[in-house]
């Protein structure tokens, strides 16, 4: 079975800029949810939706924002980007736990 | 509200040593607890898990044992390998949903 696949790999923007990530989640999966890891350790929780709608969101400013498809895939967006947005953003997907993560996307802002 | 605490780390140890990875939760109702490893440069994978009290979770030498009088679940190797250097999170979904809590990860590297 494909596993969770997020694109793109890397991205680099500029201060101000917008950035869209985007994470397919396994087939049948229909929970996706979005992680910030900065400096490669701990996992900051952003969002998490559930057959299209948002369940939850973390404690992050409203720039951060994202959606969920009716093919269960999802967008992640992050407006007027900062320095500190630099991350690896991974996503994972379930029908019931565990998570199932992708490899990430690393945004790298400048 | 539910939570993880995990040690902090980093932690590094000789080949063939012993590893404790401790961890702790606070839940509500009766969680299931996991560990995950992230390995560099990749996502987080699923190492084992317990759904019940005094499950044991094991695999590729790892194990973990759901203790609700303690309410922890310790991560435990026999004797690690330098392949084993990654970092690993405790975490626990939240009865009957899919809210899922992480740690904050420990960084393990093993020295030859």
């Known amino acids: 079975e494909a596993g969770v696949t997020q694109s793109p790999t890397h991205l680099i923007k500029t201060r101000g800029q917008q950035a869209t990530l985007r994470c397919s989640p396994i087939?049948?999966?229909?929970?996706v949810y979005w992680y910030q890891q900065a400096l490669g350790l701990g996992l900051q929780f952003l969002l998490w939706?559930?057959?299209?709608?948002?369940?939850n969101r973390g404690n992050f400013p409203p720039r951060f924002s994202g959606r969920q498809f009716p093919n269960y895939s999802s967008e992640l967006n992050v407006n007027a980007l900062e320095l500190e947005d630099s991350a690896l953003y991974l996503c994972?997907?379930?029908?019931?736990?565990?998570?199932?993560f992708g490899n990430g996307t690393r945004l790298t802002v400048t | 509200g539910n939570s993880v605490t995990q040690m902090e780390g980093p932690v590094t140890l000789s080949e063939e040593a012993f590893l404790t990875i401790n961890c702790t939760y606070t839940?509500?109702?009766?969680?299931?607890l996991f560990w995950y490893v992230q390995y560099p440069g990749e996502g987080l994978q699923l190492l084992l898990k317990?759904?019940?009290?005094?499950d044991k979770g094991s695999n590729k030498g790892f194990e973990a044992t759901y203790r609700k009088e303690t309410t922890s679940f310790h991560l435990e190797k026999g004797s690690v390998q330098v392949s084993d250097s990654a970092v690993y999170f405790c975490?626990?979904?939240?009865?009957?949903?899919?809210?899922?809590?992480f740690g904050a990860g420990t960084r393990l590297t093993v020295k030859p």
């Open positions: 939706y559930d057959e299209g709608e948002e369940r």
């Open positions: 317990a759904t019940k009290a005094d």
């Open positions: 975490a626990l979904r939240v009865a009957n949903n899919n809210d899922m809590r």
């Open positions: 839940a509500t109702g009766y969680p299931s």
């Open positions: 087939s049948g999966h229909t929970s």
């Open positions: 994972a997907s379930t029908l019931f736990a565990p998570l199932h």
